[in-house]
């Protein structure tokens, strides 16, 4: 593969550094449904040089409305091991580990360990909020990303530069599964891209302490700032100089 071809569209933009940067990041993706799906493949295009993968299901037929990772050939496949396949179709240089497991507060840390950026892709609150607190307590930037239906939000959390994620969300979503269409998919997972090449290479201003509300329907995009002070759950967890927690 030749870098210089690959990216050569992208490196007017980014300059070699950044790109050379990309190549030797880590970047953790929590939950390979729609969302992640578009997040593992834009990441892998970017040039990102080693992906993390993280997802307890399989394919099932219902899936593939949004989730273009897979094909009908997947069908019953963990998604982690038909993700890595089709990634490494893209990148047969990129550096792909899967973990076919619910993330839970127990292993959390450990799946994340050594990445520099967290990508929250995840449909699932419990889940969401043990990704956040590790990522937070290992003080490594997460970008969350959700949809429903035709709606999406995205923000951008880290220790010392924003409040975290249970400020955002105090309470656990209600217990249903929204409705999920590509097209909101895609649009909510590519600004969620977006906020790891900002944290990656410094191409803009991340969204800490905003919110980002995307509406396909009209379509509106929204910018919120988020006026508050930091929750306990923050102060709890915020990193120390030398390592302990507060």
């Known amino acids: 593969m030749d ?11 980014l300059g070699p550094r950044a790109q050379e940067r990309l190549a030797g990041s880590k970047v953790v993706v929590a939950g390979l449904g729609g969302l992640g799906s578009f997040v593992a493949l834009e990441l892998a295009a970017l040039g990102v040089g080693s992906l993390v993968l993280v997802d307890h299901d399989t394919v099932s037929e219902s899936n593939l409305n949004r989730q273009v990772l897979y094909s009908q050939a997947d069908l019953g496949l ?16 990129l550096a792909v580990s899967t973990h076919h497991t619910r993330i839970t507060t127990d292993n959390a840390g ?10 929250d892709a995840l449909d ?92 396909t329907r009209e379509p509106r995009i929204d910018q919120i700032t988020l006026h508050r002070t930091p929750c306990e759950n923050c102060k709890r967890l915020t990193p120390m100089k030398d390592g302990s927690q507060s």
């Open 3 to 13: 870098p210089l071809r690959r990216y050569s569209r992208q490196l007017p933009l």
């Open 78 to 93: 963990p998604k982690v091991y038909a993700a890595a396949r089709r990634l490494r179709e893209l990148r047969p240089d």
């Open 110 to 119: 450990t799946l994340i360990r050594g990445a520099d950026v967290v990508v």
């Open 124 to 215: 699932n609150w419990a889940s969401r909020l043990a990704l956040a607190d590790a990522a937070w307590e290992a003080g490594i930037p997460l970008v969350h990303g959700a949809i429903d239906g035709f709606y999406g939000q995205v923000t951008t959390v880290e220790p010392g530069k924003s409040i975290c994620l249970h400020c955002i969300a105090p309470g656990p979503a209600p217990p249903r599964r929204p409705p999920a269409i590509v097209t909101t998919a895609a649009i909510v997972a590519s600004h969620e891209v977006s906020e790891v090449l900002k944290l990656l290479t410094g191409a803009g201003e991340p969204l800490y302490n905003k919110l980002l509300f995307i509406d």
